[in-house]
């Protein structure tokens, strides 16, 4: 108790201050952390869509992310190239591998059926080895056929249109 009675003025103030940034390191490390809610919730708005750690815990080789050597975590983010954000219209050869959606179906006592929050996303894999992951309509989710190769032309990473040796496919 003494101590504190003795210290000078200056001392107290620099005190204050080391105290202070501690709280706001601490607040900046929880609240940009890769896996903070805050960090995700800041990622919608700028439109940015990333792959957390979440969702099946598990890379192409079934091994879990969390189990990974850094070796072979840095070996497949090199495999996995960054997907161009760009505003202007791309055009890339690409073969479609996969289809996933996202749909509330919702029933009503009337007995009306209605979806809500529909979202319809296509993986394609460019002639390089590129993973793209492209949203799109409900039609061309259903249209774009599997294994075709054909020329994708996509602006950010909505789906313009998808054309092939047989149809176009437009979003």
């Known amino acids: 108790m003494c101590a504190i009675k003795t210290m000078t003025e200056q001392l107290k103030n620099l005190l204050i201050l080391l105290a202070a940034i501690v709280v706001v390191l601490i607040l900046v490390i929880l609240l940009f952390s890769g896996k903070s809610s ?75 059926i209605r979806l809500v929050d529909e979202y319809y996303e296509l993986i394609f894999v460019t002639r390089k080895g590129q993973k793209l992951k492209i949203e799109c309509s409900a039609e061309a989710y259903e249209k774009v056929p599997f294994n075709q190769q054909g020329s994708l032309t996509y602006k950010r990473n909505t789906l313009v249109k998808f054309k092939y040796y047989e149809d176009t496919v437009f979003n």
Do not use: C, H
């Not at 050597?69 to 997907?83: F, G, I, L, M, S």
């Open 38 to 112: 805050f960090r995700r919730l800041i990622s919608l708005f700028l439109e940015e869509r990333e792959d957390y750690e979440g969702g099946d815990d598990s890379d192409e080789g079934g091994v879990p992310v969390k189990q990974q050597t850094p070796t072979q975590r840095r070996r497949a983010a090199v495999e996995e190239n960054v997907q161009k954000r760009t505003s202007e219209p791309i055009v890339e050869m690409a073969t479609l591998v996969r289809k996933s959606d996202d749909r509330l179906r919702v029933i009503e006592s009337t007995g009306q």
